[in-house]
């Protein structure tokens, strides 16, 4: 392997790694903003939770004035950032990732697939028909952080190889939901719009043919994308996928072209040190910028953009989506409440439906000889993590504030995503710990999903 390729591979797998950690750690960030959104929602405090929800925040200009509730800025607004960051990592894994080839594909695409169809017909076998069909996306989701949080409590022992499906089926289980936000949760749509939105599309391209370097004509150019993406009637939030498919992910220049320059430049510098002076002459100064545009070129804007803006999305975006939409009142007749056919639909659809459909799909895939087991992966891992796949949380209840908007049944909606997900994260935890237990006989092509 040549030392470019290798310092791609490289890169990646150290890109996975922040990623993989990132996660793990917001998880629990995450645990608490929803274990405070639950306490606050059912305090003697509730009203005052229903009222900062509902402040009007914005500007106002003469006669007029641009207010949202808090509750559409940080859904409609911040989550628009997370979504960017979701689509940079549906990119990357598409072009250098896991999804990057059909053999590395297969086995996760089919594993989310099968993870979004089953548990959207379990719901929709109990709710068809009424109001609460509208609500089958629900039960398609992952929740990323929750799901690898869980995974990375059982330490060493897991083989990077479930690591990777595990993320890889999440990010397609993301490409999946964003496709059915934009496609079956936008009522009204207005074209001229769509067409502001891809002339600022386009004009973001034209600027990185050009290499133009200047923060703020993105900056404003993602705004327009924007704009233009709310008022067409689409989801705001589908501009921050948009926006991450024109932004690149591999470098401007070859790693060994970099090395070259780096030579070059590094050479230049040793090369004019004359004296002890600390000032430095006009060649190192030229060598110097050409080192920096250089060492900015190598790194993709795409991981870039991930570096930087995942821990603002980890540690502060979505645990403050968590604080302000996991609060869900429960009183006395929750039993009750849980039978309800949305409750039901959604629990039913994620906790049994996620495993059956990842499970199933994963080993029809192999049976099929069209993927293959990750290496050292047994089907008792692939059946815990299909398990801690039923965590929907944040994309759960963010298609239930879309599904519902009227808010009549987006109560029983997140209190069954909330009865799922920890039911999905203690079941497949224990699962997991053991099937990981030392002396597990890993199996290429089983006899049946569950062997």
């Given amino acids: 392997m040549s030392s470019g390729n290798s310092s791609t591979v490289s890169?990646?797998?150290?890109?996975?790694?922040?990623?993989?950690?990132?996660?793990?750690?917001?998880?629990?960030?995450?645990?608490?903003?929803?274990?405070?959104?639950?306490?606050?929602?059912?305090?003697?405090?509730?009203?005052?939770y229903s009222h900062i929800l509902q402040t009007k925040v914005g500007l106002s200009w003469g006669d007029s004035k641009f207010a949202l509730s808090l509750h559409h800025w940080i859904n409609d607004g911040l989550m628009t950032l997370f979504f960017f960051i979701v689509g940079l990592e549906i990119k990357r894994e598409i072009v250098v990732g896991q999804l990057s080839s059909f053999k590395k594909a297969v086995l996760p695409v089919a594993a989310a697939v099968g993870g979004m169809i089953v548990p959207a017909l379990i719901y929709l076998s109990l709710n068809a028909g009424s109001e609460g069909a509208r609500g089958w996306g629900i039960a398609m989701a992952t929740d990323i952080a929750f799901a690898i949080g869980i995974l990375s409590l059982l330490g060493s022992r897991v083989p990077v190889g479930l690591k990777l499906f595990l993320t890889a089926l999440a990010i397609t289980d993301d490409l999946g939901a964003v496709l059915v936000i934009a496609v079956f949760y936008t009522d009204h749509i207005r074209v001229g719009a769509l067409f502001a939105a891809a002339v600022f599309l386009a004009l973001l391209v034209v600027a990185q043919r050009l290499g133009i370097r200047l923060a703020s004509v993105y900056a404003v150019l993602a705004i327009g994308v924007w704009v233009a993406i709310v008022m067409s009637g689409v989801h705001a939030t589908v501009a921050g996928i948009l926006v991450a498919m024109v932004v690149p992910v591999r470098p401007r220049i070859e790693p060994k072209k970099f090395l070259s320059i780096a030579r070059d430049r590094i050479g230049t510098l040793e090369n004019n040190?004359?004296?002890?002076?600390?000032?430095?002459?006009?060649?190192?100064?030229?060598?110097?910028?050409?080192?920096?545009?250089?060492?900015?070129?190598?790194?993709?804007?795409?991981?870039?953009?991930?570096?930087?803006?995942?821990?603002?999305?980890?540690?502060?975006?979505?645990?403050?989506?968590?604080?302000f939409n996991a609060g869900v009142a429960v009183n006395a007749g929750v039993v009750s409440a849980l039978v309800n056919p949305v409750s039901l639909g959604v629990l039913m659809g994620l906790f049994v439906g996620k495993q059956v459909g990842v499970t199933l799909a994963s080993w029809i895939a192999i049976r099929l000889r069209a993927a293959e087991m990750p290496p050292g992966v047994t089907w008792g891992q692939i059946y815990g993590a299909a398990i801690l796949a039923g965590i929907g949380f944040t994309m759960s209840l963010f298609v239930a504030d879309l599904a519902f908007p009227s808010g009549t049944l987006v109560g029983p909606a997140k209190l069954g995503i909330l009865a799922a997900s920890t039911l999905a994260g203690v079941a497949g935890y224990g699962v997991l710990r053991i099937a990981l237990r030392k002396g597990a006989k890993p199996a290429n092509m089983p006899s049946s999903p569950l062997h």
């Fill in 11 to 48: 890169s990646q797998r150290n890109a996975f790694a922040r990623f993989f950690k990132s996660e793990a750690t917001s998880s629990i960030l995450l645990l608490l903003c929803t274990i405070v959104a639950l306490l606050w929602a059912n305090s003697s405090r509730s009203e005052l």
């Fill in 273 to 323: 040190l004359a004296s002890e002076s600390t000032t430095l002459v006009r060649e190192q100064i030229d060598a110097i910028e050409t080192l920096h545009i250089a060492t900015k070129d190598v790194i993709p804007a795409g991981l870039s953009f991930e570096h930087y803006l995942h821990p603002v999305t980890a540690y502060v975006i979505i645990p403050l989506f968590a604080l």
